[in-house]
């Protein structure tokens, strides 16, 4: 068993529980392979000390989580005093965890900045090599506004430092490795899938219905394009079919409930009524983002057994074919249209329990596991 220290920028806090959720997951699942101690410290605009709470579970007793929160104003000039603050704490924070549990056998660093800096420098002072998972769909240059070209010269130089550090670089889709590399990363990428909990995204046979309920999850935030899906659902509408939104706040949720009255929304909800909801009710997912990397919605809908409509831009297409969705060009809206109305009429020509077997293949415990272990084991040399 290694021990290996999480550096992540993402990752559930107090401010915001639901942050990097996923990355959370992942790092419980590790946990069952490898000691896992997660290092994660945020900027709190209402903190007037620094402050650190150390969370363990003992579902997971291989993983401990660090949270440290330290004051922030929210104005443009204090930015460099946040960076220098952040940076001057999480090298705090690892020098007494090194004074405590001795020097880790690696390092995984998740999301590049800025939390490569500090691994950079724990290599330098210490030299235990580290890792890089990447996430950030701006590799990919697919979404404007949100790039890596458009970023400033000193940051991509921040990055690039960092990659020519690392030991290796994960991503949870192929096509984001092929891109990090097409920006100048020359070192070894893999691909690891994030990991479904197969104790609650699993398949339940129904019996067969004339409903047809479409679902639509996420935040609402622009990228996830919901407005285009509500606008598409109200033209092939009909009293056979429901549309359920779940994982929109309470202001939002009130706001389209008033234009959208057909629309059952169900706001944030918590993971396990997604799940249940997912099993028992929903025919089909509608995913019409920008660009998805990995999108855990989507992989737990499969886990289900539940066919999908999803965006044809980014790394959906890897584990998603003609016999568990339909992929839409997210701007072209007749696409997801068409695809509306053919998942109706077709709805019943998907096998729902080989859609949930070959997901569960891909997602599994065991499989990411397995992988991750291999990955920690031949990067740490052990």
């Known amino acids: 068993m290694l021990r290996v220290l999480w550096l ?166 192929g096509f984001l490795g092929d891109a990090v590399v097409q920006r100048g990363y020359r070192g070894k990428v893999c691909t690891i899938y994030n990991m479904i909990d197969a104790n609650i995204f699993y398949h339940v046979p129904r019996a067969a219905s004339d409903k047809m309920i479409f679902a639509h999850i996420s935040s609402g935030v622009k990228l996830k394009r919901l407005d285009p899906i509500l606008e598409v659902y109200e033209q092939v509408k009909t009293d056979a079919t429901r549309l359920i939104v779940i994982g929109l706040d309470e202001a939002s949720n009130a706001a389209y409930q008033l234009t959208h009255p057909d629309v059952e929304f169900l706001g944030v909800v918590p993971y396990e009524i997604v799940a249940k909801t997912m099993r028992e009710r929903i025919d089909c997912l509608v995913v019409f983002s920008e660009v998805e990397i990995f999108s855990n919605v989507t992989a737990e809908a499969v886990s289900c057994g539940v066919p999908v409509i999803a965006t044809q831009n980014g790394g959906l297409g890897e584990y998603l074919d003609e016999r568990n969705a339909i992929l839409v060009d997210p701007y072209d809206p007749d696409t997801l249209k068409r695809a509306l109305i053919k998942m109706i009429a077709e709805r019943r020509n998907f096998d729902r329990q080989a859609i949930a077997k070959k997901a569960q293949a891909l997602f599994s415990v065991g499989a990411i596991t397995e992988q991750m272990d291999a990955w920690y084991r031949e990067v740490a040399g052990k």
Do not use: M
């Open 8 to 173: 992540c920028s993402w990752y559930p806090n107090d401010l915001s529980p639901f942050e990097g959720d996923f990355v959370q997951r992942h790092a419980r699942t590790t946990s069952l392979v490898h000691k896992i101690d997660v290092l994660k410290v945020t900027h709190d605009p209402r903190a007037q000390t620094v402050r650190k709470s150390v969370v363990t579970d003992k579902r997971w007793p291989n993983l401990t989580e660090t949270l440290v929160y330290y004051p922030y104003k929210d104005h443009a000039w204090y930015k460099p005093v946040s960076f220098y603050t952040w940076q001057k704490i999480c090298r705090q924070e690892v020098r007494n965890y090194i004074a405590t549990y001795g020097k880790p056998d690696l390092v995984h660093v998740h999301v590049t900045l800025k939390s490569g800096c500090i691994a950079s420098w724990i290599k330098r002072e210490y030299g235990i090599p580290f890792i890089i998972t990447e996430r950030w769909s701006g590799y990919s240059n697919i979404v404007n506004g949100n790039s890596y070209r458009q970023l400033p010269f000193w940051y991509k130089r921040l990055i690039q430092a960092s990659w020519k550090q690392a030991s290796g670089l994960q991503t949870p889709a």
